[in-house]
């Protein structure tokens, strides 16, 4: 497991071989993410891309995503969804919520009352969106708009299962996880034949913001007894 290309400074990333326990078995790969704390990512995404996967993408029936808003958040906070989907976005809240995007893949708003169901929005290209709500400064989300039809978002363990990985030489692995931003598609690794790989980042999950309401309500109660 060689590590290709990767971000320098902030985001040096670690690949190495957990163990290779069966030969190479095209078709499915499973990726332990952990952070630079060693606690699990659950933020982290991956993919893999080649030529012959990026024409797939076009060829598939389009597929459908979610984007809950829940306690003002919105979840998952961070996930990477095919070139082609289109994405609902569900207020489960009580309050309004006002989604936007200004991220070069995907410019969008939504103004979302409680309860309702918006139109899908239709990510078309790939790239990073950042999901921001103009009435909740602290409500951030991530989409990661890929171009292969073979990609995965972490579990509470930090764990990715790719199914339908190519015994394609050309193609390569990437990981991806928020901190890395807009401008890094994530790091590339080349897959030597192993189906567990284990990746270490130099990033850590950024804790789920506390919602609003819960915090004035903390306030009003340390009001009562100051
Ligand atoms: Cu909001």
């Given at each position: 497991m060689t590590l290709v290309s990767g971000r320098r400074g902030l985001a040096a990333v670690v690949m190495t071989t957990v163990i290779a326990l069966q030969p190479l078995r095209a078709g499915n790969l499973t990726l332990s993410v952990t952070g630079a704390d060693g606690e699990p990512l659950r933020d982290a995404v991956a993919y893999v891309e080649s030529s012959e996967l990026s024409v797939r993408v076009d060829d598939d029936a389009r597929p459908e995503g979610e984007v809950d808003q829940r306690n003002q958040q919105f979840l998952p906070h961070a996930q990477a969804i095919r070139r082609g989907t289109s994405v609902r976005f569900p207020n489960n809240d009580q309050v309004r919520h006002h989604?936007?995007?200004?991220?070069?893949?995907?410019?969008?708003?939504?103004?979302?009352?409680?309860?309702?169901?918006?139109?899908?929005?239709?990510?078309?290209?790939?790239?990073?969106?950042?999901?921001?709500?103009?009435?909740?400064?602290?409500?951030?989300?991530?989409?990661?708009?890929?171009?292969?039809?073979?990609?995965?978002?972490?579990?509470?363990?930090?764990?990715?299962?790719?199914?339908?990985?190519?015994?394609?030489?050309?193609?390569?692995?990437?990981?991806?996880?928020?901190?890395?931003?807009?401008?890094?598609?994530?790091?590339?690794?080349?897959?030597?034949?192993?189906?567990?790989?284990?990746?270490?980042?130099?990033?850590?999950?950024?804790?789920?913001?506390?919602?609003r309401g819960l915090r004035d309500r903390r306030r009003n109660l340390q009001d009562r007894f100051d």
């Open positions: 989604v936007f995007s200004f991220s070069e893949a995907k410019t969008f708003e939504l103004r979302l009352f409680a309860d309702e169901a918006p139109r899908p929005i239709h990510f078309d290209t790939a790239g990073v969106v950042v999901l921001g709500c103009n009435i909740h400064d602290h409500m951030i989300g991530y989409l990661l708009i890929v171009d292969t039809p073979v990609f995965g978002n972490a579990d509470d363990d930090g764990v990715i299962r790719l199914d339908g990985v190519p015994d394609d030489p050309e193609a390569t692995l990437r990981v991806w996880h928020p901190e890395l931003g807009e401008d890094d598609m994530g790091m590339t690794v080349d897959m030597n034949g192993d189906t567990r790989v284990a990746a270490s980042m130099n990033v850590t999950d950024t804790p789920p913001p506390e919602p």
